[in-house]
């Protein structure tokens, strides 16, 4: 496998070529059930995993671990947790999935397994306060739980456990994880921290975007009340109730306002020394493997991403975006414009920042072949940028699924040159990508297909490749020049 790199908005690899990844996430662990179910979950990535994700074109993975795993007992890494992850890299190098660690939490910690995760307990300071269960949904901890916040204050203020900072400890483990990990053939990156939420801050953000909401809605003639109130009225249509949320609504919500001059505050004065500090941890073990920078709980809400980070670090953009009725029984109908908008300010983010992307969370679960048409939006939004993904999440039956199939589809997985635009249209058939050879050499550009091609329209000489495992690969010869193929599947 070949090491990775970035070049402005691409990635590339040891041939020069650029490389569209499209993936899947895996969260380890469940709280309340311990190390033993997490380990044992972990051995479910076995070597007919990666061949399933090696055959439907699956080429990364963002592999989920927590920090109460890794490090249970202060100063202590568990050796039995990470074997398990060790034998995730072995069997993906030999299927050719690339791994990036993603240091997941959801609400800063499990706090006694009454919700979320994260941190281990010894990390974890509420100043007293319990985390009370969740009613709704899980990320309510986020608005108004005193324990979530306060936990997020301690940990960005960097307060001392043990005679070192809470950073200090998570700067460590990173370096453990880079030395142990980052001379992998199949490693790709660090995630270095899943969805940060600012703390105390945070929930100040959550009442400013609440009010802001509710004086838009009345005031606005951005809004269209009679569409609201024949959506709430009626039992049958209230899942369609935040469809009044178009676009230009979630801009004037989430933009230009108090939110967003909190939210920015944060970026610079509190997360962009945290991930200086953390690279340097990491880049004083290794040179190799991608940074990839996620931005807040409430960016993915499209409050403005405003950090800026040195783009020399080999780093990249990782943003992570649902409607917001995700984790609902409304998630079912997801908005596509609403969606879109939110992934349209990420990208407003990419264009300033000049770096690659790859959306380190989307999609689903379980919403059933209705949703579909919405990820097949979402796929050729992502495809419209060049952006590569890791669909959340993969679950046990995963590629029994109809799912599995739709989000198996054509893309090129390696270019020589610069791709200029690929699109697959699912009603015809037909996948189409322009790239452009700027150098003459002879690396091959290689595309995955689900299925061997009907036809194929191409100005270079080609081969088709149908390896033992399912896959197809459509390999062009390397041609100085501007390029352009066309596959029928």
């Not at 496998?1 to 990635?11: G, L, S």
């Not at 690279?279 to 991608?290: L, P, Q």
């Not at 072949?369 to 990820?375: A, D, K």
């Not at 796929?379 to 590569?388: G, H, K, Q, T, V």
Request: some cysteine; overall charge negative; proline content about 5%.
């Amino acid at each position: 496998m070949q090491t990775i790199t970035t070049e402005n908005m691409r990635f590339r690899d040891e041939q020069g070529r650029e490389r569209i990844f499209h993936g899947l996430n895996f969260k380890n662990g469940d709280i309340g059930k311990g190390k033993a179910y997490a380990i044992e979950n972990l051995r479910q990535l076995d070597d007919n995993f990666f061949a399933l994700c090696e055959a439907r074109g699956f080429n990364i993975l963002r592999l989920g671990v927590c920090w109460e795993n890794l490090e249970p007992v202060q100063g202590e890494y568990d050796e039995t947790y990470l074997q398990a992850v060790d034998a995730i890299f072995e069997h993906a190098d030999k299927h050719g999935v690339w791994i990036f660690l993603d240091m997941h939490q959801d609400l800063y910690s499990s706090f006694d397994q009454n919700a979320g995760d994260g941190a281990p307990a010894w990390a974890t300071i509420t100043d007293g306060h319990k985390r009370k269960p969740t009613k709704f949904v899980w990320a309510e901890g986020y608005f108004w739980s005193k324990a979530v916040q306060h936990a997020f204050d301690h940990f960005w203020a960097n307060d001392a456990v043990g005679g070192k900072g809470l950073q200090e400890h998570f700067a460590a483990l990173w370096r453990m994880l880079a030395k142990r990990y980052a001379d992998h053939p199949a490693f790709f990156g660090f995630d270095l921290l899943n969805e940060p939420y600012p703390g105390t801050p945070g929930g100040k953000i959550f009442r400013k975007l609440i009010a802001k909401l509710v004086r838009v809605c009345l005031i606005s003639p951005k809004v269209d009340r009679i569409a609201f109130l024949k959506n709430a009225i009626p039992k049958k249509k209230r899942d369609h109730i935040l469809d009044v949320l178009t676009p230009e609504v979630i801009y004037e919500v989430t933009q230009g306002g108090a939110a967003e001059r909190i939210s920015s505050k944060f970026y610079q004065e509190t997360y962009a020394p945290f991930i200086d500090k953390i690279t340097k941890a990491i880049r004083e073990t290794t040179s190799k493997g991608i940074v990839l920078v996620e931005h807040t709980y409430y960016s993915n809400l499209a409050v403005p991403f405003t950090l800026d980070f040195d783009k020399n670090e080999r780093i990249c953009y990782s943003p992570h975006g649902y409607d917001f009725t995700v984790d609902t029984p409304a998630y079912a109908f997801a908005n596509n414009a609403r969606v879109g908008a939110l992934f349209a300010e990420n990208r407003r983010a990419q264009l300033r920042l000049n770096v690659p992307v790859i959306v380190g969370e989307w999609g689903g679960g379980g919403e059933g072949e209705s949703f579909f048409p919405h990820i097949e939006y979402l796929m050729r939004l992502f495809d419209s940028w060049n952006w590569s993904n890791a669909y959340f999440t993969y679950t046990e039956g995963f590629f029994d699924c109809p799912l599995a199939r739709v989000l198996s589809r054509p893309y090129p997985m390696a270019v020589n040159g610069d791709i200029e635009s690929f699109l697959f249209d699912r009603a015809t058939g037909v996948f189409q990508l322009a790239f452009n050879q700027t150098e003459d050499n002879d690396a091959e550009t290689v595309i995955y297909l689900p299925a061997a091609p009907k036809q194929v329209d191409a100005d270079a000489p080609y081969t088709i490749e149908t390896p033992p495992n399912g896959a197809v690969y459509l390999k062009l010869a390397g041609k100085r020049g501007a390029h352009r193929v066309i596959a029928y599947i």
